[in-house]
């Protein structure tokens, strides 16, 4: 049971933080399509408290996409504590402290999984944190590392002690990066040190993973990262098959179309539209992934900025798609 502050929710299935990615219009596609809980991308504390405004709009939720997690990262203990403050102005359920990112830039300066490296100072970071604000406090991080310094049970257990109320693990190293395979037994054996929810991340990309990754290991939630980019509908295929065992109503390509554009809109509205449309590239692959002629259209995509254009081009698409269905029919 994924149980943090008012949120109780039997086999979570979560949208990871994701630079870049996360933002409020992907969360609320995300949430609409059976997200439980959504996290945003992380928000670096000391530009927090620098009041950047491209940090502070990092902090920005929407009603529709509740519970949702605002994360933090950084290595100082009086800096993630005062940001842990200003993210809370913001309301969110609950608060998320990034320490597994593995990137060099973050590791180097002792935030994200560097803070693997000495985990009684990740505990007093964290400690103040838990104390410096009255929202849960969740943590996400990684097994170790590297695989001669796995210290996970240490650190599950340090967290909770602290305070903590949920823990997500990445289950794979600093140094694996997002590559290699995670290594899931972990998550059993956290549960057997800890009592607060333990939610899984690591290549969970099917539907029919997340189904494994709660059989298997017995996770209180599952945390969806990549498989959800340009792929939102892997929350309520998900669902599905938690509920029937299997995927019972495909997507198809109206609800493929249908969600691209309503993401982009809804970007369009937060963003302003040169942005969003710009942006919106990156996702072109995955919704019109498995559609016929799709390299076609991404193409003609590419060379637009306006929304209605963009509009234009997919329900033509859409249009033709149905053609060509009814003329399949009918031959
Ligand atoms: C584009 C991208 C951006 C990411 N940004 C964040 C982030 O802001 N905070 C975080 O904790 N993890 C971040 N991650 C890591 C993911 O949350 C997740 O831990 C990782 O991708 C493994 O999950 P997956 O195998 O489902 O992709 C990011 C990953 C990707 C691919």
Known sequence: MFKVGNISIE????????????DVSFRVVC?????DVVYTEFANAE???RKSEKTHKKLEIVEEERPVGIQIYGSGVESMAAAAKIAEEENPDLIDINAGCWVKNVVAHGAGAGLLKD???MQKLVKEVVDSVSLPVTVKTRLGIDSDSIQILEVAKRLEDVGVKALTVHCRTRVMGHKGEPDWDWIPRIKQVVNIPVVLNGNVLTPQDVKKAFDETGADGVMIARGAIGNPWIFYEAKQILANGSVTSVVDENLKIKTCLRHLLLAV????????????????????????????VRKELMTVIEFNLVEDI?????????QEAVETIIN
């Open 47 to 49: 530009g927090l408290i």
């Open 31 to 35: 949430k609409e399509l059976g997200a």
């Open 11 to 22: 086999k979570a299935i979560l949208l990871a933080p994701m630079e870049d990615i996360s």
């Open 314 to 322: 997919l329900l033509k698409y859409l249009e033709s798609l149905k």
């Open 269 to 296: 509205k937060i963003k302003g539209e040169k942005r969003a449309v710009l942006e919106h590239r990156k996702f072109y692959s995955g919704y019109l992934k498995g559609l016929p002629f799709a390299a076609q």
């Open 119 to 121: 985990p009684p100072f």
